[in-house]
């Protein structure tokens, strides 16, 4: 778990670090990237570690209460597999985005690179949420940085159309589908936390189980471009 907190904490020093020294591109760039990288490394180390040493690092932390619920975070099996190749994309992505930012301006470079550090830590947020106020807040901040990654080249009417389409489909798949979900889920299990809702789960019957899923399949669905509530994906 330390090592996925210590990754969080190194997005954030390369988000400030990347609009600090928007006025000198090369230095912006390179905290920008340098910061992904690493996070990705300790992403990938992260993953690795509670396999090979269970429980090393401490395996859960809580960061204090948001009004919702408890900034909890939790590194579990599933969480551990989808470090690896969250870790590992976001060292592939600052690699290449060491050519892909040659002609770019120093402005919109710096704050390209500063919300390819948001990603990485909301992701990696996203990955350990062991709380319901955690996880909506990365899922959240993934949404934000998302929509300014996509209109990088802002001046392009179709790159900005394709941004707010994003952007409202991702809101509407939240607001109608996953906050009730959580919403339910919550109201059964009388907690925020996900070890309260895994623990409520035997009493949900098979008709509110289903419902259950197809809101869930549909929220996320959304976000993730799954079809048919891809309509967004084609114009980003």
């Known amino acids: 778990m330390i090592l996925l907190l210590a ?23 390179g905290a920008a990237l340098g910061a992904m990288g690493l996070a990705g490394l300790l992403a990938l180390a992260g993953g690795a570690a509670h396999f090979i ?10 960061l204090g209460r948001l009004p919702l619920g408890a900034m ?5 099996d599933l969480g551990a597999w989808f470090c690896l190749p969250a870790g590992l994309l976001s ?17 919109r470079m710096a704050w390209h690179g500063a919300m390819l550090n948001v990603m990485v830590g909301a992701i990696l947020m996203v990955l350990c949420a062991d709380d319901v ?3 909506l807040l990365g899922w959240e901040a993934m ?22 389409m994003y952007l409202v489909c991702t809101h509407l798949g939240t607001a109608i589908c996953v906050l009730p979900m959580f919403g339910i889920l919550i109201g059964l299990a009388g907690g925020t936390s996900f070890g309260a809702l895994a623990a409520s789960a035997g009493g949900v019957s098979g008709g509110m189980a289903v419902a259950l899923f197809l809101l869930a399949a549909a929220g996320f669905g959304t976000k993730a471009g799954l079809a048919p509530m891809h309509v967004w994906l084609p114009a980003a």
Do not use: E
């Not at 190194?10 to 090369?26: K, V």
């Not at 592939?92 to 002609?103: E, K, Q």
């Open 53 to 62: 040493s269970p429980g090393w690092g401490g395996s859960a932390a809580n």
């Open 91 to 107: 060292l592939a992505t600052a690699i290449h985005a060491w050519g892909y930012y040659r002609d770019a301006g120093g402005a």
């Open 7 to 29: 990754a969080m904490v190194i997005c954030g020093i390369g988000t400030a670090a990347a609009l600090a020294l928007g006025r000198w591109p090369m230095a912006s760039k």
């Open 143 to 164: 949404s934000l940085a998302s929509f300014l990654l996509i209109q990088f080249d802002d001046a392009d009417a179709a790159a900005r159309r394709g941004a707010w």
């Open 72 to 76: 909890a975070l939790a590194m579990t």
């Open 133 to 135: 106020a955690a996880f």
